[in-house]
């Protein structure tokens, strides 16, 4: 199956992205993966401008890609409509799966998907990264694909398409290596790319459940 032809907005939706990125004058760059399943993590987030950008930046590649957000946020018709109709998906942080076993179910039952999240989870400097997604990609067994804003040169996109090893030092310096070369809306909140209380590779103790960041821009 051809992620090209699952989950595309209808061209009316790509017009209007399209046309709001010249506006603004963004540049699209990359090309959507090859694989019918990943997690899209989307960094830096520093700005509110971030979650509207780059849901354009999906319209104009035509992706219909997915989020969670807390269920509550679902509650209204109006807004229930809207969030489903860009991808939503509501998750319930009260039941004992967790949000981590939640999103790994969904990529089991479905044929393809694309669940993006932005893993600082604030738009404010944190001093760790959080590692839901990390989990999510190794559980599923799905990659990373890294997306960016560059608000320097107003280009946003797609870099490489990234399958974790589980040897957490590793990864982490391939994506980090990746995110320095991009520059934020607010150069002074990026955030380091590490994660706190993760056990290493060969550790046979396991560390508390991960927290999961909120969709891009939710906050």
């Known amino acids: 199956m051809e992620f090209q032809r699952v989950g595309r907005v209808n061209i009316v939706l790509h017009l209007i992205g399209v046309a709001i990125l010249k506006i603004l004058g963004w540049k699209v760059e990359g090309r959507v993966p090859d694989a019918p399943k990943y997690v899209v ?22 992706m219909k890609g997915a989020w969670f957000g807390k269920s509550q946020i679902f509650k209204w018709p109006l807004l229930c409509r809207f969030f489903r109709k860009t991808g ?14 939640q999103a790994v179910q969904v990529f089991k039952e479905r044929d393809a998907l694309v669940l993006a999240i932005a893993p600082e989870g604030t738009r404010a400097k944190v001093d760790y990264w959080k590692a839901g997604f990390y989990h999510i990609a190794l559980e599923a067994n799905v990659p990373i694909a890294l997306g960016y804003l560059d608000f320097k040169r107003k ?16 990864d982490l310096a391939f994506i980090s290596d990746f995110f320095d070369t991009i520059t934020p809306r607010h150069p002074d909140r990026r955030s380091a790319v590490r994660f706190r209380n993760f056990p290493s590779k060969d550790s046979e103790s396991k560390s508390p459940a991960p927290s999961f960041p909120d969709a891009v821009g939710m906050r």
């Open 88 to 101: 939503g998906i509501p998750v319930d942080r009260t039941r004992h799966q967790g949000l981590v076993g």
């Open 155 to 170: 280009a946003g996109g797609f870099g490489p398409l990234y399958q974790p090893t589980g040897d957490v030092d590793k």
């Open 41 to 62: 993590i989307v960094a830096p987030h520093t700005s509110n401008w971030d979650y509207p950008i780059a849901l354009m930046i999906s319209w104009k590649f035509r």
